[in-house]
Protein backbone atom coordinates (compact mmCIF):
# COMPACT_ATOMS: atom_id res chain seq x y z
CA UNK A 1 0.00 0.00 0.00
CA UNK A 2 1.17 3.89 -0.66
CA UNK A 3 -0.01 6.68 1.01
CA UNK A 4 0.06 9.69 -1.18
CA UNK A 5 -1.01 13.06 0.22
CA UNK A 6 -2.66 15.89 -1.90
CA UNK A 7 -3.16 19.77 -0.33
CA UNK A 8 -5.03 22.42 -1.99
CA UNK A 9 -5.80 25.91 -0.98
CA UNK A 10 -8.57 27.62 -2.39
CA UNK A 11 -8.19 31.61 -1.87
CA UNK A 12 -11.99 33.76 -1.20
CA UNK A 13 -12.16 37.32 -1.68
CA UNK A 14 -15.27 39.48 -0.75
CA UNK A 15 -16.95 36.11 -1.01
CA UNK A 16 -15.43 35.13 -4.70
CA UNK A 17 -13.29 32.13 -5.26
CA UNK A 18 -10.23 33.63 -6.96
CA UNK A 19 -7.69 31.38 -7.14
CA UNK A 20 -6.94 27.44 -6.23
CA UNK A 21 -3.63 25.92 -5.36
CA UNK A 22 -2.87 22.01 -5.69
CA UNK A 23 -0.10 20.41 -4.88
CA UNK A 24 1.04 17.13 -4.08
CA UNK A 25 3.73 15.65 -1.83
CA UNK A 26 4.90 16.22 1.69
CA UNK A 27 7.23 14.87 4.18
CA UNK A 28 5.81 12.41 7.03
CA UNK A 29 7.81 13.23 10.27
CA UNK A 30 9.06 10.72 12.78
CA UNK A 31 6.48 11.90 15.69
CA UNK A 32 3.80 11.28 12.56
CA UNK A 33 4.82 8.24 12.01
CA UNK A 34 5.12 7.53 15.48
CA UNK A 35 1.37 8.90 16.06
CA UNK A 36 0.26 6.47 13.14
CA UNK A 37 1.50 3.56 15.04
CA UNK A 38 0.36 4.47 17.94
CA UNK A 39 -2.92 4.54 16.54
CA UNK A 40 -3.08 1.65 14.46
CA UNK A 41 -1.78 -0.72 17.23
CA UNK A 42 -3.63 0.84 19.94
CA UNK A 43 -6.77 2.02 18.61
CA UNK A 44 -6.26 5.52 20.67
CA UNK A 45 -6.32 9.49 19.89
CA UNK A 46 -8.35 8.53 16.30
CA UNK A 47 -7.99 11.14 13.67
CA UNK A 48 -10.95 12.95 13.19
CA UNK A 49 -12.33 16.61 12.34
CA UNK A 50 -12.69 16.59 16.58
CA UNK A 51 -8.88 15.70 17.30
CA UNK A 52 -7.05 17.41 14.55
CA UNK A 53 -5.87 20.89 13.67
CA UNK A 54 -4.17 22.53 9.91
CA UNK A 55 -1.33 24.85 10.95
CA UNK A 56 0.22 27.25 8.56
CA UNK A 57 3.29 29.16 8.72
CA UNK A 58 6.18 31.53 7.08
CA UNK A 59 9.11 29.15 6.88
CA UNK A 60 10.35 27.97 3.87
CA UNK A 61 13.08 25.91 5.66
CA UNK A 62 13.43 22.35 4.01
CA UNK A 63 11.43 19.36 6.21
CA UNK A 64 13.81 17.29 8.29
CA UNK A 65 12.69 14.17 9.72
CA UNK A 66 13.18 15.02 13.16
CA UNK A 67 11.30 18.46 12.74
CA UNK A 68 8.09 18.48 15.58
CA UNK A 69 6.69 21.41 14.32
CA UNK A 70 6.25 24.29 11.59
CA UNK A 71 9.58 26.53 11.67
CA UNK A 72 7.93 29.92 10.78
CA UNK A 73 8.05 33.24 12.92
CA UNK A 74 4.07 33.85 11.81
CA UNK A 75 2.26 30.12 12.63
CA UNK A 76 -1.53 29.63 12.99
CA UNK A 77 -3.34 26.51 13.67
CA UNK A 78 -6.69 25.89 13.22
CA UNK A 79 -8.80 22.82 14.23
CA UNK A 80 -10.51 20.92 11.16
CA UNK A 81 -13.97 21.17 11.02
CA UNK A 82 -14.87 18.75 8.61
CA UNK A 83 -13.67 15.12 7.88
CA UNK A 84 -14.58 13.57 4.52
CA UNK A 85 -13.26 9.21 3.20
CA UNK A 86 -14.36 7.17 0.97
CA UNK A 87 -13.37 3.88 -0.83
CA UNK A 88 -13.37 3.26 -4.24
CA UNK A 89 -13.91 0.41 -5.71
CA UNK A 90 -10.58 0.83 -8.06
CA UNK A 91 -8.23 0.16 -5.02
CA UNK A 92 -8.21 3.68 -3.78
CA UNK A 93 -9.53 4.95 -1.08
CA UNK A 94 -9.02 8.55 1.04
CA UNK A 95 -9.36 10.44 3.66
CA UNK A 96 -9.61 14.42 3.48
CA UNK A 97 -9.47 17.22 6.30
CA UNK A 98 -10.45 20.89 5.85
CA UNK A 99 -10.32 24.37 7.88
CA UNK A 100 -11.01 27.62 7.28
CA UNK A 101 -8.48 30.97 7.95
CA UNK A 102 -10.82 33.81 8.14
CA UNK A 103 -10.02 37.45 7.21
CA UNK A 104 -8.15 38.19 10.29
CA UNK A 105 -6.44 34.99 10.78
CA UNK A 106 -3.09 34.04 9.38
CA UNK A 107 -2.36 37.38 7.83
CA UNK A 108 1.34 36.70 6.28
CA UNK A 109 3.38 34.99 3.38
CA UNK A 110 1.83 30.75 3.43
CA UNK A 111 5.19 28.95 2.79
CA UNK A 112 4.50 26.09 5.00
CA UNK A 113 1.47 23.64 6.19
CA UNK A 114 1.19 20.29 8.33
CA UNK A 115 -1.76 18.51 9.79
CA UNK A 116 -1.69 17.98 13.75
CA UNK A 117 -3.28 16.09 16.47
CA UNK A 118 -5.02 18.50 18.76
CA UNK A 119 -4.50 16.57 21.84
CA UNK A 120 -0.69 16.36 21.81
CA UNK A 121 0.19 18.92 19.27
CA UNK A 122 2.13 16.05 17.25
CA UNK A 123 3.13 17.22 14.05
CA UNK A 124 1.92 14.33 11.32
CA UNK A 125 3.55 15.76 8.34
CA UNK A 126 4.98 19.24 6.97
CA UNK A 127 5.10 20.80 3.40
CA UNK A 128 6.93 23.59 1.86
CA UNK A 129 5.38 25.21 -1.03
CA UNK A 130 4.75 29.28 -1.99
CA UNK A 131 1.06 29.11 -1.34
CA UNK A 132 0.96 33.26 -1.32
CA UNK A 133 0.45 36.23 0.65
CA UNK A 134 -2.88 35.88 2.60
CA UNK A 135 -4.40 39.56 3.63
CA UNK A 136 -6.90 41.02 5.96
CA UNK A 137 -9.82 41.10 2.83
CA UNK A 138 -9.01 36.64 2.08
CA UNK A 139 -10.24 33.80 2.82
CA UNK A 140 -8.81 30.62 2.73
CA UNK A 141 -9.96 27.14 2.69
CA UNK A 142 -7.28 24.65 3.18
CA UNK A 143 -7.59 20.60 2.76
CA UNK A 144 -5.39 17.84 3.44
CA UNK A 145 -5.84 14.93 1.40
CA UNK A 146 -4.13 11.52 2.10
CA UNK A 147 -5.08 8.62 -1.04
CA UNK A 148 -4.34 5.26 -0.31
CA UNK A 149 -3.68 3.01 -2.80
CA UNK A 150 -3.45 -0.68 -3.05
CA UNK A 151 -1.26 -1.20 -6.00
CA UNK A 152 1.43 0.09 -7.72
CA UNK A 153 -1.24 2.97 -9.19
CA UNK A 154 -0.04 6.11 -7.84
CA UNK A 155 -1.65 8.81 -9.67
CA UNK A 156 -3.81 10.90 -7.45
Excluded at 111 to 137: A, C, H, S
Amino acid sequence: MQILTKWKIEKYRKGTLYQVIEFEKNQIVASGMEGLFQILLTGDFPINENTTKIKVGDSYTPTLWTMTDLQGTNTLAKDTLKTLWYVYDDNKGFISFMTIFDQNEANFDWWEIGLFRDIDNRMFNRRVYPMGTKTQDDIFHAYCTFVFVAEEDVSI
